[in-house]
């Protein structure tokens, strides 16, 4: 597996404090198949002021690290952008795309949807850019408006949910949303957003698991492999995601059994 959106670099954010418990965070990913992560550490202008080259100097100090533990671990550089006016030219300058990619991980306030987030989403688009939202289903605008996820993602942007939300790390409402999203396909990516062992549990096999079991091993393997593949490579991404959903009503109605389970 591939794991797009991590904290694994120490010292930089709310992530590890220091390079052994980054060391724990890798040791767990790859128990659980992860063989390529990207690092995206938080960009907040006040909050977490990195750039470029913190980046690149804790990725290096990590990969020292890699190499001495002999982890069979791959980690391209990365970054979770928090919306501002300027993030755009900020993303640009810095070189904060994911993997070198055209591909972007943006998230916003969790409890209200700025005016210009979409607008800035377009612009992302009219440079050239992918813009991907980060753990979509814990945005309370899109819990309370679906329609407004349906919205962004018919317009092309894609969406990230993170593997702990199926499994409700962040409350009901929150997995009622990210079974929603995957139910109707909205998802392109499955990731951890891992901030540490002992804050809350990677799950990224369990998700496999589940999602082989309920829906097809291919949806596993498109939205936590083959995507992030694609996304490494620079290459497009399929946008609605219909053709991976199961059609046979007998399935459908052991679906539907896991969906009341869940009460979505
Ligand atoms: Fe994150």
Known sequence: ?????????????????????SIDILKELISQGV??????????????????????????????????????????????LYYEPNIIEKTKKEKLSLAGSKYILIETDLHRFPNNFEKVLYQFQVEGFFPIIAHAERFIPFINNFNLLLDIVNRGILVQINSGSLFGDYGDNVQKLAHKILKTGCV????????????????????????????????????MEENPKNLIQNEEIENMLENYYVEDESKQTFIERIRNFFRI
């Open 1 to 21: 597996m591939i794991d797009i959106h991590t904290h694994v670099l120490a010292g930089v954010d709310d992530g590890p404090t220091n390079i052994k418990e």
């Open 35 to 80: 063989e390529e992560i990207i690092a995206t550490p938080h960009i907040i202008s006040g909050v977490y002021d990195n750039n470029r080259k913190i980046i690149d100097e804790k990725i290096e100090e990590l990969n020292s690290e890699i190499t001495t533990h002999n982890l069979p671990i791959k980690i391209h550089k990365g970054a979770e």
């Open 188 to 223: 392109h990516f499955i990731a951890s957003d891992v901030h540490g062992i002992k804050k809350r549990p990677i799950l990224l096999e369990e998700v496999y698991k589940f999602l082989s079991e309920n829906f097809n091993e291919n949806l596993a393997k498109l939205l």
